[in-house]
């Protein structure tokens, strides 16, 4: 399958330029949705918690404002990517 040809709607939870022209350079077609929450509040000691606990958070934040229709008929499959780092 090319790069480009998703079998599905590919959102992007990040306001990052560089996950947007990573992306981009791949080939993909994408939106972008950002969350809007406090990531100093979120807090881990551990690096990798930190990162998987503000890429959850961003993703609880944005699921709710996607369109999920009538789950019965065709509905588009959406893959929702949240990220980030440390």
């Known amino acids: 399958m090319a ?3 998703s079998p599905f709607k590919i ?9 947007r022209k990573i992306l981009a350079e791949m ?5 972008i949705m950002t969350a809007d929450i406090d990531e ?4 881990k000691e551990i690096p990798e918690e930190l990162v998987v606990a503000l890429a959850e958070a961003k993703a609880a934040a944005i699921l709710p404002r996607i369109p ?8 588009e499959p959406t893959l929702l990517i949240t990220a980030d780092q440390v």
């Not at 080939?27 to 939106?31: I, P, W």
Request: charge should be positive; hydrophobic fraction near 40%; avoid cysteine.
């Open 11 to 19: 959102i992007l939870g990040s306001s990052s330029v560089a996950r």
């Open 40 to 43: 100093k509040s979120i807090r």
């Open 3 to 5: 790069a480009n040809s």
């Open 27 to 31: 080939g993909y077609d994408f939106a």
């Open 68 to 75: 999920t229709g009538d789950y019965i008929n065709a509905v």
